[in-house]
T-cell receptor, first 113, second 113 residues
C-alpha cells in the first residue's frame, strides 16, 4: 500500500466547532487531494494541492480550507462544522497529476452533531 | 466542467457470469479514464485505466473499452467471483496542467455465489 495516513480515522464533533483532518504521505508525491464521499454522490473533490503552498478549489470547496506547508502533509479544515459536512473524507496522492494513478488513504469518518 | 455519469447504480450477477459497467463523459478534451474499486471500509484502488489513444485494454479478467465518438467507456469483468463484489467508480480527466479527476457516482456490484 502507498504510504498515506489519514488522522483521525473517526471523529464526532459538534456543529459550529472547527475541525482539522490530516493527510500524511511518505511517497514524496507532488499532488494531494481531498475528496468527500456521500451516498448518491460518489467522490467529490474538495480541494487539491499541486505543490507546497500551491492549492486550488474543487467542486465542493465552500466551508473548507486547506494548507500544505510541507510536501508530506495536507490539512483539511472545516472552519465551522455543519451537519451537511457529515461524510467520509478521503485523501489521495499522485505523482504527476490527474492523468496518473491516484492512491487513496483509508478515509476519515466525520460526524457533525 | 467535466460531468461523468455512471449507470446503473447497482448490478447483481451470478458468479461466473460477466459484468459490464458503463460510463459517459461530457468533455471531449478528456483523455484519461481510470476505473477504481472500493471494498467495504477501504479507500478506492485503481484496477485499470485507458488513455484516449487506445480503444481497448485488458488485464486478466478485466477489460476497458473506450468510444471517443460517443464519449463513453465501459468496464468488463469476466468470470466474476464473489471477491469482485465492491463499489466501482469510473473517472475522467483531461490531463492538462493541474487538471482534476472527475468521478462518477459509483456502482455497487454484487456477485451471487
Amino acid at each position: 500500500d502507498a504510504g498515506i495516513t489519514q488522522s483521525p480515522r473517526h471523529k464526532v464533533t459538534e456543529t459550529g466547532t472547527p475541525v482539522t483532518l490530516r493527510c500524511h504521505q511518505t511517497e514524496n508525491h507532488r499532488y494531494m487531494y481531498w475528496y468527500r464521499q456521500d451516498p448518491g454522490h460518489g467522490l467529490r473533490l474538495i480541494h487539491y494541492s499541486y505543490g507546497v503552498k500551491d492549492t486550488d478549489k474543487g467542486e465542493v470547496s465552500d466551508g473548507y480550507s486547506v494548507s500544505r506547508s510541507k510536501t508530506e502533509d495536507f490539512l483539511l479544515t472545516l472552519e465551522s462544522a455543519t451537519s451537511s459536512q457529515t461524510s467520509v473524507y478521503f485523501c489521495a496522492i499522485s505523482d504527476t497529476g490527474a492523468d496518473t494513478e491516484a492512491f487513496f488513504g483509508q478515509g476519515t469518518r466525520l460526524t457533525v452533531v | 466542467g467535466e460531468n461523468v455519469e455512471q449507470h446503473p447504480s447497482t448490478l447483481s450477477v451470478q458468479e461466473g457470469d460477466s459484468a459490464v459497467i458503463k460510463c459517459t463523459y461530457s468533455d471531449s478534451a478528456s483523455n484519461y479514464f481510470p476505473w477504481y474499486k472500493q471494498e467495504l471500509g477501504k479507500g478506492p484502488q485503481l484496477i485499470i485505466d485507458i488513455r484516449s489513444n487506445v480503444g481497448e485494454k485488458k488485464d486478466q479478467r478485466i477489460a476497458v473499452t473506450l468510444n471517443k465518438t460517443a464519449k463513453h467507456f465501459s468496464l468488463h469483468i469476466t468470470e466474476t467471483q464473489p471477491e469482485d463484489s465492491a463499489v466501482y467508480f469510473c473517472a475522467a480527466s483531461n490531463g492538462g496542467a493541474n487538471s482534476k479527476l472527475t468521478f462518477g457516482k459509483g456502482i455497487t456490484l454484487s456477485v451471487r455465489p
